[in-house]
């Protein structure tokens, strides 16, 4: 392989690196809200929209992107807490 051609292989990994992650993250506050929870902005209502576990968030402007959140599945981990 002569230098540009190696060059533009590198080049070319680079770019795809850059624009496909494996994974996102961001760091926020959680918080704790108390029932009712309805209505909600995703699906008004509808009690079924929560998990049997009773496990659910809410979004923040930066992951809610106009509803863009609805129904997305997110793994949440706390990194730092008063009480665990």
């Known amino acids: 392989m002569t230098k540009p051609q ?5 080049l070319c990994l680079c770019i795809f690196a850059l624009l496909f992650h494996a994974s996102h993250g961001d760091v926020g506050t959680a918080s704790h809200y108390s029932p009712p929870y309805l209505p909600t902005a995703c699906f008004g209502n509808d009690p079924s929209q929560f998990p049997s576990s009773n496990l659910f968030a809410t979004a923040s402007e930066g992951i809610w992107d106009n509803g863009a959140a609805c129904g997305r599945q997110y793994l949440v981990r706390c990194i730092s807490a008063v009480v665990p």
């Open 6 to 10: 190696q060059l533009f292989t590198w």
